[in-house]
């Protein structure tokens, strides 16, 4: 909304149909609380708006739901990572960003290489620098990012604002998904 977007917010029990009959020209899954291994719905939810080729944003357990999306596995932390001041680095562009992270469970996919999904390739697109934990997904098909997500909290406040900047990322990609 700060950015001049309408945003409509639906029930968690909605259903993919509810979803796109918004007609939205993006998705975005926000933070838990939750164990991503339970949520079958949401997840099914988003695999529907994934084939529909609605762009995508995750944050927290919607990085946690869109690393199951896309086929990955998901684990609880010995000791959950909190607190402000987490450096992670963004691998697309070799920046260290200070980040807000407040999460029990992270998404198991390979940071060495590409994954093929049913809807695209799929990377690792940040990692926590304390303990190589992945904290963001990007997914391309045909050469362009069509969704992409962070473990960590570019909304928190009080707090660092490193990582604002994937707000306009994701206006981007909705306009770009328009044209």
Partial sequence: AERGIEVHVLPAGSSAQDVLAVRPDGVFFSNGPGDPATADHAVGVLKEVLTAGVPYFGICFGNQLFG?????????????????????????????????????????????????????????????????????????????????????????????HDAAYLFDRFCDLMGSAGA
């Fill in 68 to 160: 199951r999306a896309l086929g990955f596995g998901t684990y609880k932390l010995d000791y959950g990572h909190r607190g402000i001041n987490q450096p992670v680095m963004d691998r697309t562009t070799g920046k260290v960003e200070v980040t807000a992270h407040n999460h029990g469970f992270a998404v198991d996919a390979p940071r060495d290489r590409a994954t093929s999904t049913p809807y695209g390739e799929a990377t690792v697109s940040h990692v926590c620098l304390n303990d190589d934990v992945v904290e963001g997904l990007e997914l391309h098909r045909d050469g362009r990012l069509v969704a992409f997500s962070v473990q960590y909290h570019p909304e928190a406040a009080a707090g660092p």
